[in-house]
Structures are given as C-alpha cells and as structure tokens.
C-alpha cells in the first residue's frame, strides 16, 4: 500500500496462562459481564468472500452514485479542507443538525435543535443515554428479541436487565404495565424502557398505535423514560406510517434515537439523539469523554449530500430494492424451511425473525450453515438470558436476491439435516406444534407456541412473563 | 442548506426548575462528578471569528492541500465508494493498521499488528483504556498538570485520581515511587498510570530517559500497566527523541496510545491504542459496545493519504510552522508577561505552560480576557482538585504568528491590570519571589517556587506531594 519500506513487526507469541494472570487483578468489574456482540464477531467471519451472510444489519451501500460522491467531496476541497479536518463542536454543526432535522420531518417529527446532538453512529447513541442514566444493578427494560447490538451496552453499565416479550404487534405493553407495578411494589424505578417499535430489530415486527399511545402514558405516570430506536422507520415497503413515540409524547420522557446508517451509509458514523435538556445537557458531557466531538470530515459530507436535495430519492430506490429483497427471502423461507418453522413477515426495516423446532439450537446450527458458507445471527444473541435459542435474525438488506435464495436454501438444507438427525434419534419425525396455524400472540406468521405467552389472565399470578439478568442485579 | 421546505421547529420554553427536578431521580451517580472539559466549553466561545483563541489543542489543517484531499476522494470514488460507506471491523482495517505502523516505526516502535486498534480519535482510546481497566473508587495516577480532556474520563469512571508533580524533565518518577509504595501499604494496587511523557500536554515538557527507564521498572515490578498518551512525538522543533515507554518495556505493561489528529487531521476521529493481547481483547468488546467500528470513510481517506508517500514531509512543514510559532510565542510572553510570571520551553508539541503570581485566579483572567477577544485555558482544568489557578495553557499551533504576538499582548495587558489591581489593594508592587531566577525544579524556566515541590527529603514524611480526589474513593 505504501511505498515506504516498512520494518518487520514483533509478532506475540501465543499468550500465555500467566500473560492472562499477570492482567486479570487489573481489569474492571464490568469486564466479567461484557460481552461480545455476536453480529461483530460474525463480521470477521463473513468477510470471507464466498460466505453469503444474512447475519450482518449492513444496508446495501453499492448503489450509492460514484459521481455524487466525488462530487461532494470536490465541493469540499474547493471550499472547506481547512474547516472538514479540524475538530468541532462536541454536540455537532448547525448545520449536520438541520439534515437531521429534515429526515425527523419526514418522519413528522419537529424537535428543537437545542435538543439535539450529533453521535458516532446510533451505537454510541445508546451508550451515551447509558452513561448518562444506568448505575450497576439499575433496571433497564427492552424488548424480547432486543437489538443485539444493544445487549452489551445494558451489560457493560452492569444494568439489570429484563426483557419484555414481543408478538406482532411488538412489545407487549401490558405485560410491561404489569412489571412497573411489580417494579413499584419493590420501591425500584426502572431508569428506562428500550424499544425499536417500527421494524423491529431483530424481530421486524412493529408496535401497535393503542401500544405507542399507552406506552407513552406508562411513562409520564411513572415518570420513567422510553428511548425510541428508529432506524429503519424511513424503509417501509407496505402499511401505512404510525405516529413515532416522540411525537406521541412531546419529547418530555422519550429519547429519540436516528441514524444516518440505513438511508445514506453506515460507513460515515453519524447518528443522533434528541432528548430534554436536562438529560441533553448530561448526554454533551458524556459525549465530551468519550470522543471529544463526532467527526467533522463525515458531517462535511451529509452537509453536502443533503443539498443536493435528493436524499429521498435514494431512499426510494433502496425501499424499492429492499422490498423485492424481502419478498424474495419470504419466499424462499416458504420453500425451503421445515413445516415447523415460523417466521415474522415485516412491513420493513431491514431483518426477518425465524423460530425453528425447539430441539434445534441455532448456534449449533450457524457452525454447520458457516461450513456451507452461510451466516445468520443466532436468536440468543438477542436475549439476555437463555432463550431464544431456536431463532434467528436473517437480514435481506446485504445481499442481492440470487444470493439470499442461495443463502435460504442452505440454511434450509442444514436445518432439514438437524431435523431428519432427531426423527433417527427420536424415531420419530416431529410435528408441528398443536395449534400451529392459529394466531395466539407470538411472533411470526405461523407462530410457535413453546416461545409465545398465553394471554390467560391466570399467568399473570403465577409466573411473569419476562425474566431478569441475574447479573448486576443490586 | 437544502432546497426542501422545512417545518417551524418546536422551540422549548426555558427548563424549569419541576423540569430538572423530574430526571433528577434518573441520573446515574456517575453524572455528579462528571465535569465538563474547559477546552470544550471554550470552544463555542472562541468560534466567533474575532477572537484569538490560544485555548483549543487545535493543529494547523490549514496548509493540508486541497488538491491532495480531492485526489484522494477521487480515487475512493472511482474504487471503493460502496465499501468506504459500510461498516467495518471493530478493530479497524489492515490497511489503517499499516499506517499506524509506518508512523510509529517512525518513532522506532515495532508492535504486533494483532495488538492494535483503531479508535475514534485518540480520546476514545483513553476512555476504553478506562471502561476496560477502571473500576469506582479504583486508584488511577497522572501528571501534576494532566491532559484536560483525560480529567473528565477518569472522573466519568469515578476513579480515585492522584497526581504526580512534574518540573522540566517531565513526571518526577521518585515521587510516583514514594506513591506506590504507600498504596502497597495500604492493599491498594493503581490501575495504571496515565502519562503524556513527550511534549506534555498541558506543560510542555518531556519526561528525562531516566525516568522513563524508571517508570517502566516499576510498572514491572509492580505488575501496574503505564498508559503512554503520544499525540505530539512527531512534532519535535529541537533535541533529540527519546525513546518511548513503550520501547523500553516491549509493551508488556505500557498501552500505547497514538493518533493521526496532530500529524494530519482531528476532524477524521482517528487514533489508535497498542495493548497486550489479553488487554486488546477486552477494549475490542469495549468498542463493539460504544460505537461499533471506526469510521471506514475516515480508514479509507487515510489509506489513500498515505499511499502518496508524502505523509512525512506533510509534518516536516507542519514542524516549521510550529517551532517558528513556538518561538514567536516565547519571545512575545518575554515581552508582555509579568517580572513574576514564569513558563516552560518546550522542544515540541503545541502549549506552553504559564504561571502566573499567585494571587491571580486564571479563570477569573480568561473572563477579562474574553473581553478582549483573546482565549487560553485555565490551569485548573489540569488538575482534578483546586491547583493550577494561577497557571494557564497557551496553544501555539492554532493560529498565526501576528494573532500569537496580539493574543499574547492582550492576555499580558490583562495580568497587568490584575497586577496593578493587586498593588493598589495590598499598596505594595509584589516581588518576584527569591530565587525566582534559579531552577528549583518547578515547570517552568523561570520557575514558580509557590507550584513546585521541594526536595528536600523531610517533606516525604511530612505531606506527601500528590493529592487525592475525595470524590469516589473506596
């Protein structure tokens, strides 16, 4: 790559037992409880070429028009080297904010800009609003699938961490209701309630009106915050739009969260929050710590895509490319998954939530599919605990449709392996759940009942729907 | 900015006092003993083009040529736009990592490529040093003056901070000896020592090869890991390197922190930490948490920069400006500072370090010089209790000479009027201390026996020099 001779670099030795020992009375608490993020980890596997990966959440970024990329960056060295290499302000330009103001209002939504901050991509979002809120053993609440990405943010401020069940009306508000009077019984204050409601990650499922109206109320009640994930809110490819929680609530105790990611490039790490300016002002600080200030050379680049003004038409033709992408893998995962498989069908975003039999462990499951060349997220990475084991997050986003077709027929070749291997061992072939076909509040469209709650009033006082880490818990 | 029509945006009343009153209860304990950087506040403040700010770490982008910036983004556009938008791995790219490499090989450091990682800017890597490592009430030492921006991060992971006097030949590494040696006796074992040990930020002075040989056999023999801050080694306006601690210990208990932000831009967020294996892999998942990856449209613009080749002759310009600038800035604080007030000489970097007679507060100086038009930062925010408040830190690399010599002359026409104030209240000019004019191994040329500590060896048993934060002890 370079021209310049290089020396030879000292290469480590395998670390040794001691190397570990010499270190491990120096690491942080947190250290013990943090943990890796399967998606990441995946990453470096499916780099691999020939691996087809539905694992990833990557947007398709090779559509992105070569001559308008060269284009703003040509603007930018005419007018504006100097300014795009230095630092800036911690909480973002002016000017980065009124691109984002401008996709919020496409969304309905008119926050001030005083309210908003510029982050490093959605992710540090969601670390920052922990920062600021979550001390070790404090209850944060998410849904049941959660984003994985968000599982090591709760685990790295030691939250304790308790997930509500979703079906496909997203998370189910009533057993959250239950919760805060449980919660409340026990004199503890949950610091805040997580939730991706349009297009759920991993789930794809989106949350209901009645549920946005009475999650919003549930929160003023208690005085406890909702942080509001919307990522994929612009990508829809059928239905019609509902009201974002913020809007619904004012902005008084939901934190919103946006991105750049999914409607322009991952690639440049712009994300945002908007919140009150109580917790803005704690959210700057935090900021401040933690990277000085988000990167000016990348905010330089929005500035200029945005004034191109055609930043919603390329969000059109990737709805129009993911549309076909997800209807694609629908109807591959109907050819090619067992009987007993379900599998939620989403109005968009960027991922299709599969649940296989029971016997069937997807993390089991993904290191025969990656000896195929094929990847997927295994369910579990979306929990806190052990569930979800027989799920997966299968993303259309990344690849094209031959690709997911391919990529569906090996998943399914594989599972079809797992499912004959028990019929041998069991002799005999399993069936599909009793009921199957019967919509009883799970997830997906032919939902299985063993990962659904029942809505009988009676389980309410005998085991609660959601379960808790048994880390951090104070 | 954009052509689209934009709705009116919510403004918010003025937070009132129920406002704050309600998120309060939500705050995690962190949050009140996070502070806010003074460099960061400033920087709104001495964006109005009128004001000569001499505050900000700022470098010089000026001089980076356009040409070479839209050749780059041109070569990024016609190969590898859809990949510089995408996501990347956590640990960066190969490619950045052989940039790394080449910069450091500059300063004579070989490391494994396996033990690096790149970050969003060199801030983050102290502060994933700190997720990974720090623990509340945890013992983390540092420098008598310290990096400002290094204060809020130790204070955001609620440690207990104790500062080293440093005088011209950097850390007084007896001191930090007589340290460790209490904490021993106490059951305490420091997570690391933070050190900026060439071109110090703020002071401006560089730590002696003898006590950089010492540093690292201590940290040796007291299986303590030593955090090497290097942002400015490169930028060397007279002497001769030294080598890093990082050199001499083989990076077994140094970590490494490195950064293209002083050596070609901060607006792209790149830096870098170098850690042993079983310390690399816990910031890895430390950084999956908080923001994923590094930008990849930040890796590929620096890959691209350095496959010029010219990168080095980029900071032998940059080397040019600043010495000159340095010098400019020495002979005008001999012209217009005070009889009394002292500061260092550095050999590289980007500050000075002034000090001023003791009954002037440079905080209260910086609001009579805002008026002014003129910014520094005050010598406070080096210090995590309450000294420092009659020094102050002067940046040189930021600004031109004329601005240097005018901003400058107005900070010194305003310690004049604090002087001639102090006369008339105590009816006394106040002297130069005795013996101002012989080194007694403060900081500082004409060194200020009021900061620096005394050698003399009853003061060990006495008081010892370094204090402690109260907040967040165990």
Chains 1, 2 share one sequence.
Not at 81 to 110: N, R, S
Not at 288 to 303: E, G, I, M, W
Not at 319 to 340: G, K, N, Q, T, W
């Amino acid at each position: 790559m370079s021209e310049v001779p290089q020396p030879p670099h000292r290469r480590r030795a395998h670390t040794s037992t001691r190397d570990l020992a010499r270190y491990a009375g120096l690491f942080a608490e947190r250290t013990t409880v943090m943990r890796s993020s399967a998606m990441r980890d995946l990453m470096a596997i499916t780099a691999r070429a020939e691996v087809i990966s539905l694992a990833g959440g990557l947007p398709d970024t090779s559509t992105f028009p070569a001559q308008s990329f060269a284009a703003q960056m040509t603007r930018i060295a005419q007018e504006s080297v100097a300014e795009a290499l230095q630092y800036g302000p911690t909480e973002g330009f002016e000017e980065t904010k009124d691109c984002i103001l401008e996709v919020m209002a496409a969304e309905g939504m008119l926050p001030d800009p005083e309210d908003v901050i510029v982050t490093t991509g959605g992710q540090q979002a969601i670390d920052l609003v922990c920062k600021t809120l979550v001390d070790r053993g404090d209850v944060v609440i998410c849904e049941a699938p959660t984003y994985p990405g968000a599982v090591p943010v709760f685990c790295s401020y030691q939250a304790d961490v308790i997930q509500i069940e979703c079906d496909d009306d997203g998370m189910r508000v009533e057993q959250l209701e239950i919760l805060l009077g449980e919660l409340c019984r026990e004199g503890r204050r949950p610091k805040f309630v997580y939730t991706v409601p349009t297009f759920q990650n991993p789930a794809g499922v989106t949350m209901s009106l009645e549920r946005r109206q009475r999650l919003v109320e549930l929160a003023r009640a208690h005085e406890m915050l909702v942080v509001e994930d919307n990522p994929y809110g612009l990508l829809r490819y059928g239905g019609e739009p509902l009201p974002s929680l913020y809007q619904l609530d004012g902005g008084d105790f939901v934190i919103y969260l946006g991105t750049f990611s999914k409607i322009l490039s991952p690639g440049i790490r712009l994300g945002w929050a908007v919140a009150p300016p109580p917790v803005m002002e704690k959210i700057i600080i935090g900021k401040q710590a933690v990277d000085l200030c988000t990167s000016t050379l990348t905010q330089y680049f929005v500035r200029e895509y945005f004034a191109e003004g055609r930043w919603r038409r390329y969000v059109e033709d990737l709805v129009e490319i993911y549309r076909s992408r997800r209807d694609v893998m629908l109807a591959a995962l109907e050819e090619h998954f067992p009987a007993e498989a379900t599998w939620t069908e989403p109005q968009g975003g960027l991922f299709i939530w599969a649940t296989l039999p029971e016997y069937i462990d997807t993390g089991d499951l993904l290191a025969k599919a990656l000896r195929t060349d094929v990847a997927f997220v295994p369910g579990q990475a979306a929990y806190i605990d052990e569930r979800g084991r027989n799920s997966m997050r299968l993303n259309f986003s990344g690849v094209d449709e031959d690709e997911i077709r391919e990529g569906i027929r090996r998943i399914g070749r594989v599972i079809a392996e797992q499912v004959d291997l028990y019929g041998a061992l069991t002799g005999d072939r399993p069936q599909a759940p009793a009921g199957g076909a019967e919509d009883t509040g799970g997830i997906g469209s032919r939902p299985n009942p063993a990962t659904s709650m029942s809505d009988s009033p009676e389980t309410d006082s005998v085991v609660l729907p959601f379960r808790r880490t048994g880390e951090g818990a104070a």
